[in-house]
């Protein structure tokens, strides 16, 4: 079985950054179509066609994104947390996480003419916000990670020999 650790695979990562970043961009998306690209319709501005499927998309990402968010509980979450380690932003990023969970749910079951003008950029504006606060955590765990033991950076380096001696040219002339 391979050993638990705070640090995220590299298929793992691919899959968090890939699935966040598609995510954020469908929303953002859906944002720039319904307030700046409306379509000129036969009785006035109407939405643009693919307004609706930039929220289509929205929802199967919403739902990825809180199972990719979850494959972090067991071993990233869990063992920093235990050493309180990058919690400082990490516990931000854990509380934004949870509060567009419950605001897209609100949106989804309870939005209406009345809650209109509040509801949705209290969903929004975090929601634009993510790889402002993302980007923070990754960069200020990455500077406090602890450097790798015994994990040569490069595969090369798994095979080279101790270097042999190579006495200066000073010592080498009078010997
Ligand atoms: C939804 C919540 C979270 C997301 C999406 C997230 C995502 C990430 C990502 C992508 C990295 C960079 C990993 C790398 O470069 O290998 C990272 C680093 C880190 N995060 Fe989180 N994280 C979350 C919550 C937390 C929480 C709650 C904690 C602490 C209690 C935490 C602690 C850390 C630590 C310690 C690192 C540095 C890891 C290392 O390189 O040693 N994270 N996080
Ligand atoms: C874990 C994160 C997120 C979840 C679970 C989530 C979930 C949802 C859900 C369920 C809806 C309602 C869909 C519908 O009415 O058909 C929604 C709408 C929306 N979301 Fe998200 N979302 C998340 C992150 C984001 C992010 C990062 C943005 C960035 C811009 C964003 C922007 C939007 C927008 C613009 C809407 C449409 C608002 C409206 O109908 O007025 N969301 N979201």
Redesign the pocket.
């Known amino acids: 079985m391979s050993k638990a650790i705070i640090r995220l695979g590299p298929r793992h990562k691919k899959s968090l950054y890939a699935g966040?970043a598609l995510?954020?961009l469908?929303?953002?998306l859906?944002?720039a179509f319904?307030y700046f690209l409306r379509m000129d319709g036969e009785f006035g501005p109407e939405a643009h066609p693919l307004e609706a499927w930039w929220?289509?998309l929205?929802?199967l990402?919403?739902?990825l994104?809180?199972a990719l968010?979850g494959s972090l509980a067991p071993n990233h979450i869990r063992l920093a947390w235990n050493r309180r380690r990058n919690h400082r932003s990490g516990l931000p990023m854990l509380a934004l996480?949870i509060w567009?969970?419950a605001?897209?749910?609100a949106?989804?079951y309870f939005?209406s003419d009345d809650n209109?003008a509040w509801?949705?950029p209290l969903?929004?504006i975090?929601?634009?916000a993510?790889p402002l606060l993302l980007g923070l955590h990754i960069r200020r765990g990455r500077r406090r990670a602890l450097p790798r033991v015994n994990q040569p950076q490069h595969p090369q380096q798994r095979h080279v020999a101790a270097p042999s001696y190579n006495p200066p040219a000073r010592i080498k002339a009078s010997s």
């Open positions: 966040f995510l954020w469908s929303g953002a859906w944002l319904h929220l289509r929205h929802g990402m919403a739902m994104a809180l968010a996480t567009l969970a605001t897209g749910y949106l989804y939005s209109a509801l949705p969903h929004w975090a929601g634009l993510l």
